[in-house]
């Protein structure tokens, strides 16, 4: 083999290598891109920190998170009425035995 043919095959290899090391420079461009993306999506706006959400738009987006679940999570997640309900009866039941309490010492004094 010759000295020239030894030279061209040498600068076939460098070809190549330059154009491997510019695809993954390329790669590398871009993944730091789609990570710098990421990152900005990710902080919260300013002034959004601030702001108090409205209650209405916080149970509404509940609301439509709990929909998109599959039907059998959504069996576990409790109806927020339903437990309203049995926090008022159970607190309409704990007024009762008080005032029964309170009643009874003065019904035995008389």
């Not at 043919?5 to 076939?12: A, F, H, I, N, V």
């Not at 290598?17 to 695809?23: A, P, S, Y």
């Not at 209405?56 to 599959?70: G, H, N, P, S, W």
């Amino acid at each position: 083999m010759d000295l020239d043919t030894r030279e061209q095959g040498l600068d076939e290899r460098e070809q190549a290598l330059n154009e491997r090391q510019q695809v993954l420079d390329e790669r590398e461009k871009a993944l730091a891109e789609k990570e710098k993306a990421t990152a900005n999506a990710r902080t919260i706006p300013p002034g959004v920190q601030d702001q108090t959400p409205d209650p209405a738009q916080v149970k509404a987006e509940t609301d439509r998170r709990i929909q998109q679940l599959f039907p059998e999570f959504r069996a576990l997640i409790p109806d927020r009425s339903q437990l309203d309900a049995a926090k008022v009866e159970k607190d309409s039941l704990k007024q009762e035995r008080l005032a029964q309490r309170h009643g009874e010492p003065e019904q035995a004094s008389c």
